[in-house]
T-cell receptor, first 113, second 112 residues
């Protein structure tokens, strides 16, 4: 079945440093979504990428979808304490098959003031 | 996100007991999902439903059953709970198959 790998599992940064998490799928994705889960909270949708090579920005966050639609990344510039949480990528395969998202295991972002 | 609610929020039960987790939504979405989250394993899909007449198994449906009582309600049951079903359970909704998903606050279940 489809697998979505996400690295690193944990990332410690000093406040103000940049952060990147990477997501790789074993199969081509029709789209990829990114979610953020604050400690003790639930996943909250951040963005969706659909097109090959697509790049989207949300303030300090930059999301990329690979040309082959098998990988994606999330980059945060100049992290702040409010960025703390776990970032998940999640993908849909194209065509038929099971619905629902296949999630990566997430990257825990820990920020030291 | 108060549009998707889950009850109970926390539950401790014993091995062999029957447990029902409930999810309600006011978003008017047809698609509803149940996921479980375990430390280090991310979220895994248990069951999903496109409408009240359509129920589908996800990646890890063994040991679970669901009921879609109405468009707004989707319940997850553990017929005979076992300790390895201890996890955080999330309900989610979506307006379309490829659309963003809206998660409820989660139910933390502990099976002793």
């Amino acid at each position: 079945g489809q697998q979505v790998m996400q690295i690193p599992q944990y990332q410690h940064v000093q406040e103000g440093e940049d952060f990147t998490t990477y997501c790789n799928s074993s199969t081509t994705l029709s789209n990829i979504q990114w979610y953020k889960q604050r400690p003790g909270g639930h996943p909250v949708f951040l963005i969706q990428l659909v097109k090959s090579g697509e790049v989207k920005k949300q303030k300090r966050l930059t999301f990329q979808f690979g040309e082959a639609k098998k990988n994606s990344s999330l980059h945060i510039t100049a992290t702040q304490t409010t960025d703390v949480g776990t970032y998940f990528c999640a993908g849909h395969t194209g065509g038929g098959g099971a619905d629902g998202l296949t999630f990566g295991k997430g990257t825990h972002l820990i920020i030291q003031p | 996100d108060a549009d998707v609610t889950q009850t109970p929020r926390n539950r401790i039960t014993k091995t062999g007991k029957r447990i029902m987790l409930e999810c309600s939504q006011t978003k008017g979405h047809d698609r509803m999902y149940w996921y479980r989250q375990d430390p280090g394993l991310g979220l895994r899909l248990i069951y999903y439903s496109f409408d009240v007449k359509d129920i589908n198994k996800g990646e890890i449906s063994d040991g679970y059953s669901v009921s879609r009582q109405a468009q707004a309600k989707f319940s997850l049951s553990l017929e005979s709970a076992i300790p390895n079903q201890t996890a955080l359970y999330f309900c989610a909704t979506s307006v379309s198959r490829r659309g963003e998903q809206f998660f409820g606050p989660g139910t933390r279940l502990t099976v002793l």
